[in-house]
């Protein structure tokens, strides 16, 4: 029996607070506490949003299991769960598979430039060691290498992958994915800006970057889309578009720490090789944030 899973709206890639050089529990919580009451409709923490690359495995199994706890089930968690390298990306699957995740976020091993092949048994030895959903997420600006359809097509015929995280920013993927491997293959935008476009093809929703600190309009937005009201979705869209943007002037999550900082959420505090946001950055942020209503 394949595993399904039937995620819509916006699911947050959270950032991960830090305080003195530690994770800060209490700002990451009371975050998650927010998100939820803005309407957002599911939680991946552990991501690349989160600083996974300078998290220890310690501090990434403790980041999963506090999502997790602080969610209580009110809304479904999407641990992220990936890495370039198989054992790796086995191990932290299974850590959130036990801390009870409702289903792993696993990149595409980065650096190393798998072939599809490689892709393929990468995915399946995740699969063969788990019991719950996995979500595939094909990011190639970061990870350099780019999952074909046929690749998908191969993987959904397992027990455990669900769906996919598609950041390839090309939109037809989405209508390709569908056509191979049907309406049930859970497509989630990995991209905020063309987000709006991937929902027309038939997408189900976005895990989303600007959702950290506009979630009741990405909710909106979200909503919208999926009751097919595009007019609609259009308005709220021209009001994120400049977050959307602004928040990717410099690398993520530099950015949208430094969004977050404005509205009393997290510090602006980043861990190397990540630097803050410049203030040429700043000044677009908190323009954006003007712009969609969230600060005066």
């Known amino acids: 029996m394949t595993a399904k899973t039937s995620f819509r709206g916006s699911f947050t890639a959270l950032v991960t607070p830090f305080k003195n050089g530690s994770l800060d529990e209490k700002a990451f919580r009371d975050l998650i506490d927010w998100q939820i009451a803005e309407g957002t409709h599911g939680l991946v923490p552990a991501g690349t949003t989160g ?12 980041v999963v299991g506090w999502c997790i706890d602080q969610a209580d089930g009110r809304v479904p968690v999407v641990a992220g769960a990936g890495s ?6 086995v191990d932290l699957a299974q850590h959130a598979e036990k801390a009870g995740a409702d289903a792993v976020l696993v990149v595409t091993p980065y650096y190393n430039k798998p072939t599809q092949e490689g892709l393929y048994q990468h995915y399946k030895a995740i699969n063969d060691a788990i019991g719950i959903p996995i979500l595939i997420y094909n990011i190639p600006g970061r990870s350099i290498v780019d999952m074909s359809v046929d690749t998908m097509k191969r ?14 920013a090309k939109m037809a993927r989405v209508s390709q994915q569908r056509a191979a491997m049907g309406p049930d293959f859970n497509q989630l935008s ?7 476009g991937f929902m027309a093809h038939g ?12 979630p ?6 979200q909503g919208a ?11 709220l869209q021209d009001k994120l578009t400049p977050l959307h943007i602004n928040l990717f002037v410099e690398t993520s999550p530099a950015p949208v720490k430094y969004a977050l900082s404005l ?10 090789p990540m630097v803050p946001a410049t203030e040429k950055a700043q000044t677009a942020v908190r323009e954006a944030m003007v712009h969609a209503g969230l600060i005066n």
């Open 190 to 196: 990995g991209e905020d800006i063309t987000a709006l």
């Open 51 to 62: 600083e996974s690359p300078t998290l220890t495995h310690d501090e990434h199994n403790q």
């Open 84 to 89: 370039n390298s198989t054992k790796e990306a």
């Open 155 to 168: 993987l959904y015929e397992l027990k455990n992958i669900a769906g996919v995280k598609d950041a390839t």
């Open 203 to 214: 997408g189900h929703g976005c895990i989303s970057v600007t959702s950290n600190v506009a």
């Open 216 to 221: 009741r309009l990405c909710a909106e937005f």
């Open 263 to 272: 509205i009393g959420k997290c510090p602006d505090i980043v861990r190397l």
């Open 225 to 235: 889309c999926l009751r097919g009201d595009f007019a609609a979705a259009l308005k």
